[in-house]
C-alpha cells in the first residue's frame, strides 16, 4: 500500500476473527518497532507478545472498559526501560520512544491485513503482577493484533458512534504558520 492508504486505512478494531495470525507477521510487526528513532538512540522499547488465550483473558478483565480485548488472537504489550531513555524540558522521553515504536507496529500491521487498537486503558500494576514484569520497566500502551472479525459487531458500532472515531479536525484548527 501506499503511505497515505496505510495512514487512511488504519483503524480501531475491537472484534477479531479467530485466524490465527502468521508468526513472521508478528515478526515482521516487531522489526518494524526496532527501527524506529529514539532519544539518544537508546531503544528503551521492549514488548512482551501473548498468545495464550487465558493470559489474554485476565488482561482484559484488568480493564472494565476493554473487556473486549478477550476475543483478540495476539496481544502486545509495548513497555519501556526507563533507565534506557532520557528526559528534557520535564518530559520524560521513555514515553515518546515506545509511542513512536509503536506506531510503527500499528501502522506495519495496517500493511499486512491486520487489525489493532492503541489500548491506554489497563491496570499496569495488574499486568505487571501477571506477567512478572521488573520493577523498573513501565508498561505504556498495549494492542491486541489480529484479523479483523468479518463485519462490525454492537461494540464496535457504539465505540465508533461515541467517539466520533472517524472525524479529524481541520488543518486549519491544528496548524500555526510562523507564529502561534
Ligand atoms: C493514548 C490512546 C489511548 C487509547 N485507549 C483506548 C482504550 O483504552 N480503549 C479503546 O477501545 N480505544 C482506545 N484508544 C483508541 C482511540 O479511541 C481511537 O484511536 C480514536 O477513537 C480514533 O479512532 P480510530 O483509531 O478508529 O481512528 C486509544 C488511543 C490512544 C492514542
Redesign the pocket.
Known amino acids: 500500500m501506499d503511505f497515505i492508504d496505510v495512514i487512511k486505512a488504519?483503524?480501531?478494531v475491537?472484534e477479531y476473527s479467530e485466524k490465527q495470525v502468521e508468526v513472521e507477521k508478528i515478526t515482521y510487526l516487531l522489526e518494524c518497532a526496532r527501527l524506529a528513532p529514539s532519544y539518544m538512540n537508546k531503544q528503551c522499547w521492549r514488548f512482551i507478545v501473548i498468545k495464550n488465550k487465558e493470559t489474554i483473558e485476565q488482561i482484559a478483565k484488568t480493564?472494565v472498559?476493554?473487556r473486549w480485548l478477550k476475543t483478540a488472537p495476539v496481544l502486545i504489550i509495548a513497555c519501556a526501560d526507563t533507565t534506557e531513555s532520557g528526559s528534557n524540558n520535564s518530559q520524560e522521553y521513555y514515553m515518546t520512544d515506545v509511542s513512536i515504536a509503536f506506531e510503527h507496529v500499528i501502522l506495519a500491521a495496517t500493511d499486512v491485513g491486520l487489525g489493532t487498537?492503541?489500548?491506554?486503558?489497563?491496570h499496569e500494576e495488574k499486568i505487571k503482577e501477571l506477567l512478572e514484569v521488573p520493577k523498573r520497566i513501565r508498561i505504556i500502551?498495549l494492542t491486541p493484533v489480529g484479523y479483523p472479525a468479518g463485519k462490525k459487531g454492537i461494540t464496535e458500532q457504539i465505540?465508533?458512534t461515541l467517539?466520533k472515531?472517524?472525524k479529524r479536525k481541520t488543518l486549519d484548527e491544528i496548524v500555526h504558520y510562523e507564529h502561534w
Open positions: 488504519r483503524t480501531s475491537r480493564s472498559i476493554n487498537c492503541w489500548i491506554g486503558g489497563f500502551a465505540t465508533k467517539l472515531s472517524n
